[in-house]
């Protein structure tokens, strides 16, 4: 019982609005026909209701139904709903007259300026309520919320716009002005709301309108824009917000309407890639993958971007029991329609890949489990060897002996020229996949990218941790610098390199220009609302093992050229021995089990013949530990 009275309830209102419409048909047409022969008296004059009057109004109404007109709500009335009224009243005249020439072959009684005149009246009778009723909603909620937050809006764009309709929605914020660069802005209004001055006059009109809060509403502006926007910020002294992208919203990081900080990667200093969505789900769509080191950084992500895109299965493998629950239960609270099959397991024990296989039948698999910290790896050789290059030895030998379309190898920049144990293990893996690569089987893609913003163990939750405990933020080196990318685009990269198609292919990222980590630390510092050397100290602390100053992305002797994808390169693999390759990974799979770690260091240098350790390299300098000052100069401790 109480469910049907809650299902009367909530009809009541479309029933008004249902009403409503059609009283405003009754009432234009008896008003356009008296206004007619009020100048011109009728032979007969016209009914307070006919048939034909009833014709009228069930033509008119049916076209309201079909064009939708009930389905929004008069207190968000705004445009796209005017264009359905004018929509459905000039359909609603089509319909009138089809049916009056059937009723009665439109009889001379009824005048052809009624017709004429009546879609342009009854849009007007339809859509001043409308919004009439949304302004006088917003004004109650305005005065019912006297303690605004005063804000000043920088970019005065279609994203500000939409921004000052949404905080008036509201009600809890009151906008007191735009700041933007354009000059044919100046002095204009947007809304209602007053264009002040340009963005670097930031400081000085906060002061003059008592703003208490700065939101950024440039979501299309690149890095560069944007670091100066922040700039200008900082030096206000206001907290401050921005509207998250339009990628950022399509693809669940961020919520329509909500206000987020602006985070680091905001400010990379380049523009994320766009993937060829097309492509990518024309190759994943309907298609059961495999992903191990499902509960990682990159794995859990790779799992979310197939099931975004048109998996129909996902096996999960992975040795950590709570990221594999925490995984498969954030997969099917947002994709409950597709299948899941976890494996909690080690990927290098071949009973365990035997078995996932077996049971999810991939059509691909992306093996991103691997061990991948610099400076333990290099303490840790025998592990690094045994997860990076044996069990991705057994996984990829697992899916040709099955059949499996595609495997795709997670690696790693750090396998360009490597100088430390992570590069070497991971360049020993590419050369296993190549020296499995058959034209007539599986397929062997390798993707390679640099360092991803926040995944587990990077230098991004690092600094965080750090600034939120006041630091110091610990850098190695004033001049280090790496390439980054986030952990979406690097997922993104993975599926488009897997979908465009070659065998035994290398693939890589154009991914600009390399970052100082000097100064992503002094960026974080500020985004936190502190200032670098003053507020939070940073303290250079000298090369890690296995560190170097700069990462390569592109080796000599891999010619490199462009795919249908305009920011990712293929590389010409270089030529490897198979019966050599399978000889190494005998020899240290016995090396391995005995534990022995002089065996696998001679072992890998062998096997990796451009293996040069960091102290070898050029790129190699010994190291001080040094403290960041306000001046910006450093001293020796």
Same mark, same amino acid.
């Given at each position: 019982?109480?469910?049907?009275?809650?299902?009367?309830?909530?009809?009541?209102?479309?029933?008004?609005?249902?009403?409503?419409?059609?009283?405003?048909?009754?009432?234009?047409?008896?008003?356009?026909?008296?206004?007619?022969?009020?100048?011109?008296?009728?032979? !007969?004059?016209?009914?307070?209701?006919?048939?034909?009057?009833?014709?009228?109004?069930?033509?008119?109404?049916?076209?309201?139904?079909?064009?939708?007109?009930?389905?929004?709500?008069?207190?968000?009335?705004?445009?796209?709903?005017?264009?359905?009224?004018?929509?459905?009243?000039?359909?609603?005249?089509?319909?009138?007259?089809?049916?009056?020439?059937?009723?009665?072959?439109?009889?001379?009684?009824?005048?052809?300026?009624?017709?004429?005149?009546?879609?342009?009246?009854?849009?007007?009778?339809?859509?001043?309520?409308?919004?009439?009723?949304?302004?006088?909603?917003?004004?109650?909620?305005?005065?019912?919320?006297?303690?605004? !937050?005063?804000?000043?809006?920088?970019?005065?764009?279609?994203?500000?716009?939409?921004?000052?309709?949404?905080?008036?929605?509201?009600?809890?914020?009151?906008?007191?002005?735009?700041?933007?660069?354009?000059?044919?802005?100046?002095?204009?209004?947007?809304?209602?709301?007053?264009?002040?001055?340009?963005?670097?006059?930031?400081?000085?009109?906060?002061?003059?309108?008592?703003?208490?809060?700065?939101?950024?509403?440039?979501?299309?502006?690149?890095?560069?824009?944007?670091?100066?926007?922040?700039?200008?910020?900082?030096?206000?002294?206001?907290?401050?917000?921005?509207?998250?992208?339009?990628?950022?919203?399509?693809?669940?990081?961020?919520?329509?309407?909500?206000?987020?900080?602006?985070?680091?990667?905001?400010?990379?200093?380049?523009?994320?890639?766009?993937?060829?969505?097309?492509?990518?789900?024309?190759?994943?769509?309907?298609?059961?993958?495999?992903?191990?080191?499902?509960?990682?950084?990159?794995?859990?992500?790779?799992?979310?971007?197939?099931?975004?895109?048109?998996?129909?299965?996902?096996?999960?493998?992975?040795?950590?029991?709570?990221?594999?629950?925490?995984?498969?239960?954030?997969?099917?609270?947002?994709?409950?329609?597709?299948?899941?099959?976890?494996?909690?397991?080690?990927?290098?024990?071949?009973?365990?890949?035997?078995?996932?296989?077996?049971?999810?039948?991939?059509?691909?698999?992306?093996?991103?489990?691997?061990?991948?910290?610099?400076?333990?790896?290099?303490?840790?050789?025998?592990?690094?060897?045994?997860?990076?290059?044996?069990?991705?030895?057994?996984?990829?030998?697992?899916?040709?002996?099955?059949?499996?379309?595609?495997?795709?190898?997670?690696?790693?920049?750090?396998?360009?020229?490597?100088?430390?144990?992570?590069?070497?293990?991971?360049?020993?893996?590419?050369?296993?996949?190549?020296?499995?690569?058959?034209?007539?089987?599986?397929?062997?893609?390798?993707?390679?990218?640099?360092?991803?913003?926040?995944?587990?163990?990077?230098?991004?939750?690092?600094?965080?941790?750090?600034?939120?405990?006041?630091?110091?933020?610990?850098?190695?080196?004033?001049?280090?610098?790496?390439?980054?990318?986030? *952990?979406?685009?690097?997922?993104?990269?993975?599926?488009?390199?897997?979908?465009?198609?070659?065998?035994?292919?290398?693939?890589?990222?154009?991914?600009?220009?390399?970052?100082?980590?000097?100064?992503?630390?002094?960026?974080? *510092?500020?985004?936190?609302?502190?200032?670098?050397?003053?507020?939070?100290?940073?303290?250079?602390?000298?090369?890690?093992?296995?560190?170097?100053?700069?990462?390569?992305?592109?080796?000599?002797?891999?010619?490199?050229?462009?795919?249908?994808?305009?920011?990712?390169?293929?590389?010409?693999?270089?030529?490897?021995?198979?019966?050599?390759?399978?000889?190494?990974?005998?020899?240290?799979?016995?090396?391995?089990?005995?534990?022995?770690?002089?065996?696998?260091?001679?072992?890998?240098?062998?096997? !990796?013949?451009?293996?040069?350790?960091?102290?070898?390299?050029?790129?190699?300098?010994?190291?001080?530990?040094?403290?960041?000052?306000?001046?910006?100069?450093?001293?020796?401790?």
């Amino acid at each position: 019982m109480s469910s049907w009275r809650d299902r009367l309830k909530g009809a009541l209102p479309r029933m008004a609005v249902v009403a409503h419409d059609l009283a405003m048909v009754w009432l234009v047409w008896q008003a356009l026909y008296r206004l007619r022969f009020g100048i011109i008296p009728a032979a !007969v004059p016209l009914p307070l209701w006919s048939t034909e009057i009833a014709l009228v109004m069930i033509a008119q109404g049916l076209v309201f139904w079909q064009v939708g007109l009930y389905r929004g709500l008069w207190r968000f009335a705004g445009v796209p709903d005017l264009w359905n009224i004018f929509k459905a009243c000039m359909l609603g005249l089509f319909a009138i007259v089809l049916v009056l020439f059937l009723y009665n072959r439109l009889d001379t009684t009824m005048p052809r300026t009624v017709l004429v005149l009546y879609p342009v009246v009854l849009v007007g009778m339809l859509g001043a309520p409308r919004l009439l009723y949304r302004a006088w909603k917003d004004s109650r909620v305005e005065r019912a919320n006297t303690a605004t !937050v005063r804000i000043l809006i920088l970019g005065a764009g279609r994203a500000g716009e939409a921004l000052v309709r949404d905080l008036r929605r509201f009600g809890t914020y009151e906008p007191v002005g735009f700041l933007d660069d354009a000059a044919r802005l100046r002095g204009s209004k947007v809304q209602g709301v007053p264009v002040l001055g340009r963005v670097p006059e930031v400081a000085e009109i906060a002061r003059e309108t008592a703003a208490k809060l700065l939101v950024i509403a440039m979501p299309s502006a690149d890095a560069n824009a944007l670091q100066r926007v922040v700039i200008a910020c900082e030096r206000t002294g206001l907290p401050f917000r921005m509207v998250p992208r339009l990628q950022d919203v399509l693809e669940g990081r961020s919520l329509p309407g909500e206000l987020k900080e602006v985070a680091i990667e905001d400010l990379l200093g380049r523009k994320p890639v766009l993937p060829d969505w097309k492509a990518i789900r024309s190759w994943l769509g309907a298609r059961s993958v495999l992903v191990t080191g499902a509960g990682g950084s990159i794995g859990s992500e790779l799992c979310r971007q197939c099931a975004r895109h048109g998996a129909r299965r996902i096996a999960l493998i992975e040795i950590d029991e709570l990221a594999l629950t925490q995984t498969e239960a954030a997969l099917r609270r947002d994709f409950p329609d597709l299948e899941y099959i976890p494996i909690l397991g080690d990927c290098g024990d071949p009973a365990v890949i035997a078995f996932a296989l077996d049971q999810s039948e991939p059509d691909a698999v992306f093996h991103a489990a691997a061990y991948k910290q610099v400076p333990l790896l290099e303490a840790q050789l025998r592990e690094a060897v045994r997860n990076n290059v044996l069990s991705t030895a057994t996984v990829a030998k697992a899916c040709r002996e099955s059949g499996v379309g595609t495997f795709v190898l997670i690696s790693t920049d750090k396998a360009v020229d490597p100088v430390n144990v992570l590069g070497a293990t991971k360049r020993l893996a590419e050369m296993t996949c190549q020296s499995l690569a058959d034209q007539r089987s599986t397929r062997f893609v390798t993707v390679r990218f640099g360092n991803v913003l926040d995944s587990a163990g990077s230098v991004v939750p690092l600094f965080r941790e750090q600034i939120r405990g006041g630091g110091p933020v610990t850098v190695t080196d004033p001049e280090v610098t790496r390439f980054f990318m986030t *952990i979406p685009e690097a997922c993104q990269l993975i599926l488009q390199a897997s979908a465009i198609g070659s065998h035994e292919a290398i693939y890589t990222l154009d991914m600009g220009e390399p970052v100082p980590i000097r100064l992503l630390a002094e960026q974080m *510092i500020r985004l936190a609302g502190k200032q670098p050397g003053r507020d939070i100290a940073i303290i250079y602390t000298g090369l890690r093992p296995g560190e170097k100053l700069h990462e390569t992305l592109f080796h000599a002797d891999e010619r490199y050229r462009p795919t249908q994808h305009p920011k990712i390169l293929q590389a010409e693999p270089r030529g490897v021995s198979a019966s050599a390759i399978e000889s190494a990974i005998a020899q240290l799979r016995e090396a391995s089990a005995r534990y022995d770690r002089e065996a696998l260091n001679q072992l890998l240098r062998m096997a !990796v013949p451009e293996f040069a350790p960091v102290g070898e390299h050029p790129d190699y300098v010994e190291s001080t530990t040094v403290v960041a000052f306000p001046t910006r100069n450093a001293r020796k401790v």
